[in-house]
């Protein structure tokens, strides 16, 4: 009797480290399915992407002290550009049938193309809106043979297990009309590559975090904006998104943490037998509605 009252106390502390063991491992599962059911699995989005849009970026929240802009900037007047009737609809069915002919180039020629106009079409993508003007891309441009060279390594490694792993019967199955498939010779034959890096977060002056608002949308506006700006230069691409090979991509190319490569442009001239798919557009009526 006297050993059991002794040990009494021995017991409790027992059935209280037990009790807590197997609430942690309670709380523990709850958070991961939690997790799961806040980010489910989508073998379509970049693992170093992580979309501010869609993910809380976890890996960027550390001790460093995040600051907002202070800077006070003047208004100063503004009067736009005012076109007749006529001249706007006239413009904007010129540029409609401009932008109709862009399309995705597999198959991209050797012939070199002056880089004054490679300068132009990246100003050009730097006029895109940004949240609060932010302004959070990065346009790296590659024109190094051996630079292209070792991007192609990298790009046909990981899509080689893209296709073959990571994406799936259905999605094989529905770019196989495209005739796509991991091999990339454009990442050697084209005279520019454009890798356009989205920063998550930028740097002020003092060395603080600057938060970059919306950063993915305001990259892809401004990589929409150079498409554009290819098509109107008599350029040729593919928009290409190199799924997984971002963070290997940013170590060749020196770029800093704070940068995710959202997408790599090849740019040049079609090669003589190239060709694409025959693909048609959405009329109007199946993508705008009028209210
Ligand atoms: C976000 C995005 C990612 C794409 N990724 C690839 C890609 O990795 N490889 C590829 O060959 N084409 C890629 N494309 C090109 C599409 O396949 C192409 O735009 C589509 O088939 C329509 O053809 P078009 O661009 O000639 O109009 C991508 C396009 C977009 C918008």
Known sequence: M?????????????????????MKKTNGEKEKR????RHPSRPWVDEDLKDGTD??????????????LEENVAHVPFAGERYSEAEM????????????????VRFLSDEPVPR???????????????????????????????????????????????YKKRMGDRWVNDL???????????????????????????????????????????????CGILLAALQNAGLYTVTSTPLNCGPQLRVLLRR????????LLPVGYPKKDATVPALTRKPLEDIMVLM
Not at 2 to 22: D, E, K, N, Q, R
Request: charged share 30%; glycine share 4%.
């Open 89 to 104: 609809i006239e413009r904007s069915r010129a540029f409609y049938e401009l932008l109709n002919q862009r399309r995705s």
């Open 34 to 37: 939690d997790t799961e059911s």
């Open 116 to 162: 004054e106009v490679i300068d132009n079409v990246i100003r050009t993508a730097g006029t895109s809106p940004s949240g609060a003007h932010t302004e959070p891309w990065t346009f790296v441009v590659v024109q190094d043979p051996d630079l292209k060279h070792k991007i192609r390594e990298i790009v046909e490694e990981e899509e080689e297990i893209n």
């Open 256 to 263: 800093p943490a704070n940068e995710k490569l959202l997408l």
């Open 176 to 222: 196989k009309r495209l005739r796509t498939n991991w091999i990339k010779e454009y990442l050697d034959t084209a005279p520019y590559l454009i890798l356009i890096f989205k920063q998550v977060y930028g740097r002020l002056p003092n060395g603080k975090k600057k938060t970059h608002y919306y950063n993915e949308i305001s990259v892809s506006i401004a």
């Open 55 to 68: 993910h809380p970026l976890e890996e960027e929240e550390g001790e460093e002290e995040w600051q907002g």
């Open 2 to 22: 006297v050993l059991f009252s002794s040990l009494t106390p021995v017991f409790i502390a027992i059935i209280c480290v037990l009790i807590g063991v197997i």
